[in-house]
């Protein structure tokens, strides 16, 4: 049933006969960048994201004495995850913005909330002689399954967050390789994967690994100190469990997982995030998160957003939210949007840079993202023509 609303909006996508972009456009800024820097440029260019050195400073500075040896089992046995631990686990395959297999975990014990997801699938790559064909969101799924044989997550990620804690670095950040060692830089969108090490081949304008944390905070938001090499201001991000894909297979079904995923937003909750996070989940959950087996809802509608719906389910909800929710910019309402309405005109139809994470912008070969998304582009396009601006966007 809740796969049902999905297909349906698939197939309008595809027959609309609405004008729109039907080709991806080139972006401007490496991908995930604009935290630092508000345009850092191509990949090549954002040194930001490729300062190896600073990356491993952070890890010190949150308690790793040797970031070279530190391990994927010592942060296990540092945040609790020992046998018996009361560890929720959710597994699924993100639709909206990595299209990768997850398996998350997460732990919490007093003020502390410590999670980790092991990442399955296709590694993202724009190279057709790399063997991935990334992205591939039913693959993802089968590997997360244990469909397919040997099935071994690519990377891990993790993130602990203390509210005994003030910021700086009461949300901290971790990234491992397949072999459960800690890596200074991760990989999250098409990589050229020619390279070896942290030297690959920028020629084409495709991007390389970008460091942690600051990778992970384009969307966790918060600021970067490289005084201090630290992380400000950071939140978990809630799960949208209407935006993921499951299996078909026992225990690993939305209705199997449901109870799991309430808990895991629940575990979000209780790390005071931001009010734009918080409001998600409450309206996900009208029940209440913190409420045994109460069900998750979809369709929900931020009070703030009651004048337009349209445009919120149709481009924010879809291509906007699960960022900009831990940003400043939260668009929570829709007078957030009217605000910036000249930048993002700016930012999707001049310099192309929006959305701001490969998938949901869009892949030349993959009608996935929002430039293959011509029903979005014109909710879009109709809402900067009621602001009096003229955009690349079709409209009424």
């Not at 701001?356 to 912008?361: E, I, T, W, Y």
Request: proline share 6%.
């Amino acid at each position: 049933m809740r796969r049902t609303k999905w297909i349906t909006l698939g197939l309008f996508a595809v027959v609309a006969l609405l004008a729109g972009c039907s080709d991806v456009p080139e972006h401007n800024d490496a991908w995930l960048s604009f935290k630092y820097g508000f345009h850092c440029g191509k990949y090549q260019d954002c040194s930001a994201l490729r300062d190896f050195a600073e990356a491993t400073a952070y890890y010190q500075a949150i308690g790793v004495a040797d970031p070279t040896s530190y391990t994927l089992p010592q942060w296990f046995n540092d945040n609790g995850f020992v046998p018996g631990a009361n560890v929720v686990r959710g597994v699924y395959a993100n639709l909206g913005d990595l299209q990768i297999g997850r398996d998350m975990n997460c732990l919490s014990s007093g003020t502390k909330v410590a999670c980790y997801v092991s990442n399955f699938g296709p590694i993202p790559s724009l190279r057709a002689d790399v063997a991935s064909g990334w992205p591939n969101i039913k693959e993802a799924l089968g590997e997360v399954d244990g469909t397919v044989t040997g099935a071994h997550p690519f990377a891990t990620v993790a993130m602990v967050s203390d509210t005994s804690l003030k910021d700086p670095n009461k949300v901290t950040f971790y990234g491992f390789n397949t072999d459960g060692e800690l890596v200074v830089s991760v990989i999250l969108d098409g990589a050229d994967q020619r390279g070896s090490g942290n030297t690959f081949d920028t020629s084409n304008n495709e991007e390389g690994p970008k460091t942690v944390p600051r990778m992970c905070m384009a969307c966790h938001g918060g600021s970067y100190d490289t005084n201090t090499h630290s992380a400000s201001g950071s939140s978990f991000l809630p799960f949208d469990v209407f935006y993921f894909r499951y299996s078909d297979k026992d225990g690993f079904t939305f209705d199997d997982q449901a109870e799991a995923f309430r808990k895991l937003n629940a575990i979000v909750a209780s790390t005071n995030p931001t009010t734009a996070i918080q409001e998600v989940i409450n309206g996900t959950y009208p029940s209440g998160v913190n409420t045994p087996n109460s069900a998750a809802v979809d369709g929900f509608t931020p009070a703030g957003w009651s004048d337009n719906p349209t445009l919120y389910h149709g481009v924010v909800r879809q291509y906007c939210r699960m960022c900009h929710l831990a940003q400043p910019e939260s668009f929570a309402k829709s007078t957030d949007f009217v605000g910036f309405a000249p930048q993002i005109q700016h930012e999707v139809c001049e310099t192309k840079d929006m959305p701001h994470a490969q998938v949901p912008f869009g892949l030349d070969g993959k009608k996935i993202g929002f430039w293959h998304d011509q029903v979005a582009q014109h909710d879009l396009g109709n809402f900067l023509n009621s602001q009096g601006i003229g955009s690349c966007l079709p409209h009424d």
